[in-house]
T-cell receptor, first 114, second 118 residues
Framework: EPEVTQTPSHQVTQMGQEVILRCVPI?????FYWYRQILGQKVEFLVS????????KSEIFDDQFSVERPDGSNFTLKIRSTKLEDSAMYFC????????????FGSGTRLTVV | AQKVTQAQTEISVVEKEDVTLDCVYE???????LFWYKQPPSGELVFLIR????DEQNEISGRYSWNFQKSTSSFNFTITASQVVDSAVYFC??????WGGGYQKVTFGIGTKLQVIP
């Protein structure tokens, strides 16, 4: 079964550093997403991306965050200057054109900011 | 705006007991999708079921069953004869479905932590 692949599975970074989280969505999917889950809390929507632009972003997705699809397969989330409160699990997801189908999450990247 | 409420934050049951996890949702759309995900201690989200708003049939998959009732905006999940491996956090989630497809934002409930005691 097709998978959404995320790398790395765990990343530790120092406060103030930039990090890039990488995702390879399912190849025929057109919509891409990032979600965040602070430890012990619910999974929260960050951003959706389609046709090389952001479709919607949440209040969490402020100027320190950016997303990019640098080539035909990767989808990245960049955090420019990490803060302690950015420590969380970050999930990438992708979906097909048809609503409700093929919505698949990756296994997540656990980001720890020290 | 869409909202998902899981009133039970933690449940403990003894192995082989049945357990029902409650989920109540709010949406203004007539077309939407409901999901259940399992999050084991390893942290990944494991997809369990997707149900669209036009299909109110209950579903059974092995020891798992789901009861969808639009009249009460509920989508409850029952595990029959629970096992220790069922111990996890379970999330109910909702996605509104735009006409003609398109991107969908999934809204998650806060999750119910299930502990199955041997």
């Amino acid at each position: 079964e097709p998978e959404v692949t995320q790398t790395p599975s765990h990343q530790v970074t120092q406060m103030g550093q930039e990090v890039i989280l990488r995702c390879v969505p399912i190849s025929n999917h057109l919509y891409f997403y990032w979600y965040r889950q602070i430890l012990g809390q619910k999974v929260e929507f960050l951003v959706s991306f389609y046709n090389n632009e952001i479709s919607e972003k949440s209040e969490i997705f402020d100027d320190q965050f950016s997303v990019e699809r640098p080539d035909g397969s990767n989808f990245t989330l960049k955090i420019r200057s990490t803060k302690l409160e950015d420590s969380a699990m970050y999930f990438c997801a992708s979906s097909e054109a048809s609503a409700g189908y093929g919505y698949t999450f990756g296994s997540g990247t656990r980001l720890t900011v020290v | 705006a869409q909202k998902v409420t899981q009133a039970q934050t933690e449940i403990s049951v003894v192995e082989k007991e049945d357990v029902t996890l409650d989920c109540v949702y709010e949406t203004r759309d007539t077309t939407y999708y409901l999901f259940w995900y399992k999050q084991p201690p390893s942290g990944e989200l494991v997809f369990l079921i997707r149900r669209n708003s036009f299909d109110e049939q209950n579903e059974i998959s092995g020891r798992y069953s789901w009861n969808f009732q639009k009249s009460t905006s509920s989508f409850n999940f029952t595990i029959t004869a629970s096992q220790v491996v069922d111990s996890a956090v379970y999330f109910c989630a909702l996605s509104e479905a735009p006409w003609g497809g398109g991107y969908q934002k999934v809204t998650f409930g806060i999750g119910t932590k299930l502990q199955v005691i041997p």
